[in-house]
């Protein structure tokens, strides 16, 4: 890069590209007043608050109403990639790591009683299945120039649900509507610096992107119980409807020669675009077998291909900086959970589970500056839990790590992406939650 046209097509060609990013399955988090300690295995338990995500349909196995919270009191996420950025001769590197905290899951159930041979409740819910936050920081030099790059990706889904079950003997038949809000928050910072005797330019863009999405999903499940011991499951995450979408584009670029007060500025402001946050069909079947000592469950669930993952859409502005974002999805993805609980007294036991996780998007396209990586996960979690009169209280740590490629995209000559590049992810999650009636005494299982 030795002028100031080659500076500018490397400045250009970054703005345009979109924001560094990674999409799981959707459903990559782990949580519930049970499931979080046991890897989100649940579907054939399903008798806790947080079935209203899991299984809505075991809500009406309650003999009295459960209100329930699980909170994630905190959680550090490790991100790397080697190779993520090349630069002449110089690779960048990234290393980033987070902490923080979010309330995924409150619930309220109630059986509404029996009619003959059938059972009915209801609940109520406030559930937060994503919510991440990315940020990379990579410097780059080679010779005269000087890359920085620094980007940060809010990323939230909260959802708020209606659920009715029905029981009829063995069966269990249940569904959750929710209504939903989303919204992503994206912020890039570059600056590129040509300190060559005929250049010498500064040249920094600052790019800030954000949407919101109103819309409805709903979750259905099945839940059936040949005896006291086993039980089988399934659920069906629908796609969301999107009801409105909204996004607001900001772009400041300013060059400036650093042996003179002359420069240029461009600013533009309150562009108006679209939001379009989407997920694929999901479906999950389980089975649990329960006895007085141990309750066990295993789940696998299957996540359907999209034609893509947007997040923004076309703005109502032609510049080549459009922030659209379109992540295809790479085809079916398969995880699996298998979780155990020990009771050692009926007042304590304990929570352990293994769980698997993987990426959903084309490993062929190049999204941001961190390009689109085929992440795996392994995780496992393990936890405790106490009961008494004042509740049901049960400590989780649940652990990730996983491992993907990202692909070499090349700008020019001069500057490339470095790839293909190797990803690592890592994440450590404290849950704590609590559940009990409001009517009477929680009773541990017999």
Do not use: C
């Not at 550090?76 to 190779?83: I, T």
């Not at 923080?100 to 299945?129: E, F, Q, W």
């Not at 007060?261 to 389980?286: F, L, S």
């Amino acid at each position: 890069m030795a002028n100031t046209a080659t500076l500018a097509l490397v400045l250009a060609t970054l703005t345009t590209f979109p924001a560094t990013a990674y999409a799981g399955n959707y459903e990559n988090v782990v949580f519930g007043e049970r499931s979080s300690g046991m890897g989100g295995a649940g579907i054939a338990l399903a008798d806790e608050p947080s079935s209203v995500f899991y299984n809505p349909a075991g809500l009406a196995q309650l003999e009295t109403d459960i209100i329930g919270l699980s909170v994630q009191a905190g959680g550090r996420l490790a991100y790397s990639a080697d190779g993520l950025l090349r630069l002449g001769s110089q690779r960048g590197s990234v290393e980033q790591t987070t902490i923080g905290a979010v309330p995924p899951s409150t619930a309220y159930v109630i059986p509404l009683g029996a009619k003959g041979a059938i059972r009915y409740a209801v609940g109520l819910s406030i559930v937060t299945p994503r919510d991440e936050r990315l940020g990379t920081e990579q410097a780059l030099v080679d010779g005269p120039t000087t890359v920085l790059l620094a980007t940060n990706l809010v990323e939230r889904e909260t959802l708020a649900g209606l659920t009715f079950a029905v029981r009829v003997r063995g069966l269990h038949v249940g569904a959750t509507l929710f209504g939903e809000y989303a919204s992503v928050t994206f912020e890039r910072l570059r600056s590129v610096a040509d300190r060559a005797p005929d250049t010498d330019v500064l040249v920094t863009s600052d790019r800030r992107s954000k949407g919101q999405q109103v819309g409805l999903t709903g979750v259905l499940g099945l839940l059936y119980r040949f005896n006291e011991r086993w039980s089988v499951g399934l659920r069906v995450r629908a796609p969301n409807l999107r009801i409105a979408g909204t996004a607001e584009h900001t772009f400041v670029q300013t060059e400036v020669g650093a042996s003179s007060e002359q420069g240029t500025n461009i600013t533009v402001a309150g562009v108006r675009g679209d939001m379009r946050y989407r997920h694929p069909w999901g479906i999950g079947v389980g089975t649990a077998f329960r006895s007085a000592r141990v309750h066990v469950a295993l789940d696998a669930r299957m996540y359907l291909p999209m034609d893509a993952y947007a997040r923004f859409g076309p703005t109502t502005d032609t510049m080549s900086w459009d922030a659209q974002v379109d992540l295809p999805a790479r085809g079916v993805v398969v995880n699996g959970a298998l979780g155990v609980e020990a009771f050692f007294t009926r007042r304590f036991s304990l929570l352990s589970g293994l769980f698997t996780d993987a990426a959903s998007m084309s490993p062929e396209t190049p999204v941001g500056l961190a390009g689109t990586a085929t992440m795996h996960f392994v995780g496992a979690a393990l936890g405790v839990r106490t009961r008494s009169k004042a509740g049901t209280f049960t400590v989780s740590l649940t652990a990730r790590h996983g491992r993907g490629t990202l692909n070499s995209v090349v700008y020019d000559e001069g500057f490339a992406r470095g790839g293909p590049a190797r990803v690592e992810q890592s994440a450590a999650i404290v849950t704590l939650s609590w559940m009990r009636s409001l009517v009477e005494d929680w009773r541990a299982p017999r």
